[in-house]
T-cell receptor
């Protein structure tokens, strides 16, 4: 049973560039959420996708956008990268959007902006 | 606003010692509460959960009880092992799918 998979595992970009991160949810899951985790901190919610629509959004600027595909996989796009965007980006999937559903995380994409 | 405050680390214990990691939350409504664990080199994974007041979540010898009156969800284990060395995150869900996490507590267990 495949868990949540993310690609790439590591990425180095230059300030001002754009980046796309990818996520495939755990088999049977239809909801994908994205989190940003800075070093030494807990994950911060970016947004959630369900039925190919953004359902919830955290306190992140419009430079952060996403997409969900009919097969439930998802992309996170970040435009005009800033040095402060350097972090571990985590994808999490769940079954439905209920509050009782625990999250299943991928191993993350480590983004470094220079 | 919503927030989770958990015990600052790092925490270092000897094998077979008793573990408590404190967690309190501020949330509207009645959230579901979770503990996640991140072992070295691995992703976050669910350790245990509780979805209503007075529920006790348990797994792998770890326990936590949902205390609505004190808005707390402290993690405990009676006898830790070296293999329990990891980072532990307390979290809650209120609105669907929007989880709020604490900053994590690093536990090191020495033989």
């Amino acid at each position: 049973d495949a868990g949540v998979t993310q690609s790439p595992t590591h990425l180095i970009k230059t300030r001002g560039q754009q980046v796309t991160l990818r996520c495939s949810p755990k088999s049977g899951h239809d909801t994908v959420s994205w989190y940003q985790q800075a070093l030494g901190q807990g994950p911060q919610f970016i947004f959630q996708y369900y039925e190919e629509e953004e359902r919830q959004r955290g306190n992140f600027p419009d430079r952060f956008s996403g997409h969900q595909f009919p097969n439930y996989s998802s992309e996170l796009n970040v435009n005009a990268l800033l040095l402060g965007d350097s972090a571990l980006y985590l994808c999490a999937s769940s079954s439905g959007t209920g509050e009782r559903s625990p999250l299943h995380f991928g191993n993350g994409t480590r983004l470094t902006v220079t | 606003g919503n927030s989770v405050t958990q015990m600052e680390g790092p925490v270092t214990l000897s094998e077979e010692a008793f573990l408590t990691i404190n967690c309190t939350y501020t949330a509207t409504g009645y959230p579901s509460l979770f503990w996640y664990v991140q072992y070295p080199g691995e992703g976050l994974q669910l350790l245990l959960k509780a979805t209503k007041a007075d529920d006790k979540g348990s797994n792998k010898g770890f326990e936590a009880t949902y205390r609505k009156e004190t808005t707390s969800f402290h993690l405990e284990k009676g006898s830790v092992q070296v293999s329990d060395s990891a980072v532990y995150f307390c979290a809650f869900n209120t609105n669907a799918g929007k989880s709020t996490f604490g900053d994590g507590t690093t536990l090191t267990v020495k033989p």
